[in-house]
């Protein structure tokens, strides 16, 4: 029992040490819709159940729910994606803002925001409807827009990490977010990232990345194997091996054929074997640019368009085994140092430099409940290796993330503390409370800065809390590794507002501070100045909201001097605590006995975004 308690501590160690690591994640972004349905009938016009809606949920996807994973984790995720200018990129906006993921997202007039939406009644999925075409490719100008915003996300995330080079994760799943001068431009500047991990369904679309590590998933491995051709090769005891079939065309996509190995009992038919009674035909997902890739039911044949891996031969045979024997030609195809197969609900097989195979294991669920798992396991082995983790300890961490999300039906997120309680670890929400007094702020600001974690101080009064309080918050947030928030008090508003402020007392307006995912710890005080707070905690980053340069913020001299940085963070446009208030008042006044027939105002149907 002690031996196992250490090895949690070891693990939660390391799940510590990438707080506030700088990560950013580029590819292709979607909103994942779940919609929940009752059903107690079947349509007369057809054998086909009628639906009742009672819920929808809209969670980020693909690269997206990548880096709300990532900022869920404990990292500093930015995310770069081409995003449309639609209804589906609004609420997917709205998820990265919710997630304090920066969103350096690209908006792209006239092509859509790739949507999967789910129907389901009984928790059972019914149907999946998918928008958002491949061919719906970037124009050059969108491209263009593209690269500028990787280059300055790149930069901005150095910037705030002192120097560091940050991590680059890859997710490519087809659907045109990652066109070749944006492959090319991340071959190029490779060295700009310190850690880069790649997620493509693609994987031959990257030589030359040279990634520190790839997560294909068993099928997408096949294919870059039967794209490479297959040699046989023996491997310690099942005997198993890829055929490469002569006279395939070199451009275009091979097949290959799993079986037993030359001398054992094998079949000559390099096509999938129909549907036996008893194992169901194939299922699984269309894979963008090459037919359908899909897995049968029983877990031993993968078929598609051009790629065919046959196990009738070879009934023993299993994916796990199948992955641990070909790891070393992934790692050689790919480039990378290590190789994760993933499994689905059956776990994982990496593979790194030393040649030594590691197997994990998963609990089986419903395939709802698994959506996104992959995008938590490629977070936090992304994060372990970053933080230069060794690879067992890195595949173990993987393996948790993904495995502790997958408890109920939608798009899986793991989050630091979700985590740490796995590991029956303390979280740090435990010790140290987000709604502070002034005399507990130096013992926990002295426990930070022991455990090295960089200081974001901003203040104000945030009377009314909006959207535009929200988002300065998440970008202040993002500038260091845990942010704290002075509050002014009531009669500190009064002086600097009137008579008639503040409209929420200290109390309410410190409360909803405290429960913003992006705040770390929230202290009241009296003066009109926090000058003496800023003396006491000695942030490294001073932030103040407005659209002048740092120089003419008043407390700076006296951050400096105590060895911090002044940012200024320009406010969202549209958003004011005084606009709210008055409009509140002259709803309050306005005698008109029809204000829902009233036409909107522009500001509340108006998105704007922080560049």
């Not at 949920?57 to 200018?85: C, E, F, K, M, W």
């Not at 492959?183 to 490779?190: A, K, P, S």
Request: hydrophobic fraction near 40%; charged fraction near 25%.
């Amino acid at each position: 029992m002690a031996g196992a308690a250490a090895e949690q501590r070891r693990l939660a160690t390391v799940v510590e040490s990438w707080l506030g690591r700088p990560v950013l994640i580029v590819g292709d972004a979607m909103l994942d819709e779940w919609r929940f349905a009752d059903s107690d009938r079947l349509c007369r016009e057809a054998p086909a159940p009628v639906l009742t809606l009672r819920r929808r949920i809209s969670a980020a996807g693909g690269a997206a729910n990548t880096a709300v994973n990532v900022a869920a984790l404990g990292g500093r995720a930015v995310l770069v994606a081409p995003v449309g200018a639609d209804v589906a990129g609004d609420e997917l906006h709205d998820c990265l803002d919710r997630a304090s993921v920066w969103d350096r997202t690209v908006n792209q007039p006239g092509r859509p925001t790739p949507v999967k939406r789910r129907m389901l009644a009984g928790n059972q999925i019914l149907l999946r409807e998918d928008s958002g075409d491949p061919e719906d490719a970037l124009d050059h100008d969108g491209v263009g827009r593209l690269l500028t915003a990787l280059s300055c996300a790149t930069e901005e995330l150095r910037a705030a990490a002192g120097g560091e080079a940050p991590t680059l994760v890859v997710c490519d799943y087809g659907l045109g977010a990652l066109p070749a001068a944006v492959r090319g431009w991340l071959v190029t500047n490779r060295e700009r990232y310190a850690t880069v991990a790649l997620d493509a369904h693609d994987l031959a679309d990257w030589r030359g990345l040279a990634p520190t590590v790839v997560t294909p998933s068993f099928a997408e491995a096949t294919r870059l194997l039967a794209r490479a051709g297959g040699t046989t090769r023996p491997t310690g005891g099942t005997e198993l091996h890829l055929e490469h079939p002569h006279g395939d065309p070199t451009d275009g996509p091979s097949e290959m054929t799993v079986g037993a190995a030359p001398g054992a009992v094998r079949t000559d038919d390099n096509t999938a074997e129909p549907p036996r009674p008893g194992h169901p035909g194939p299922v699984g997902e269309p894979t963008p640019g090459e037919g359908r890739v899909a897995l049968t039911g029983d877990g031993l044949s993968v078929t598609g368009t051009g790629v065919t891996v046959n196990t009738r031969a070879g009934e023993g045979v299993d994916r796990a085994v199948l992955a641990e024997s070909r790891l070393a030609e992934l790692r050689a195809h790919t480039g990378a140092d290590v190789v994760a197969v993933t499994l689905d609900t059956e776990g994982a097989v990496v593979g790194g430099a030393d040649g030594e195979p590691r197997r994990s294991h998963s609990t089986p669920v419903p395939a709802s409940h698994a959506v996104g798992a992959g995008d938590a396991y490629l977070a936090a082995m992304t994060l372990a290796l970053a933080a230069d983790a060794p690879l067992p300890t890195a595949a173990q961490l993987a393996q948790l993330a993904a495995t502790i999300t997958v408890s109920d039906t939608g798009t899986c997120v793991c989050r630091r503390d979700d985590l740490l309680a796995a590991l029956d670890q303390p979280t740090d929400t435990a010790g140290h409370p987000a709604l502070v007094g002034g005399d507990e702020l130096d013992t926990i600001v002295a426990a930070h800065r022991e455990a090295g974690r960089s200081i974001v101080f901003t203040n104000g009064c945030f009377d009314v809390l909006h959207r535009g309080h929200v988002r300065y918050l998440e970008q202040a947030r993002a500038l260091g590794d845990l942010l704290i928030v002075a509050v002014n008090s009531d009669g500190s508003v009064r002086r600097l507002k009137g008579p008639d402020r503040p409209v929420n007392p200290a109390e309410d307006r410190g409360a909803l501070l405290a429960a913003l995912a992006c705040v770390d710890h929230v202290v009241l005080f009296e003066e009109d100045s926090p000058a003496a707070l800023i003396e006491a905690v000695r942030p490294d980053v001073y932030v103040k909201g407005g659209d002048y340069p740092p120089e003419l913020v008043p407390e700076a001299p006296l951050v400096r001097r105590l060895g911090g940085q002044v940012r200024t963070l320009g406010y969202v446009p549209d958003r004011s605590t005084s606009a709210i208030i008055e409009r509140i008042r002259s709803h309050s006044q306005d005698p008109s006995p029809h204000l829902t027939d009233r036409e909107p105002d522009p500001s509340l149907r108006t998105r704007t975004q922080a560049s």
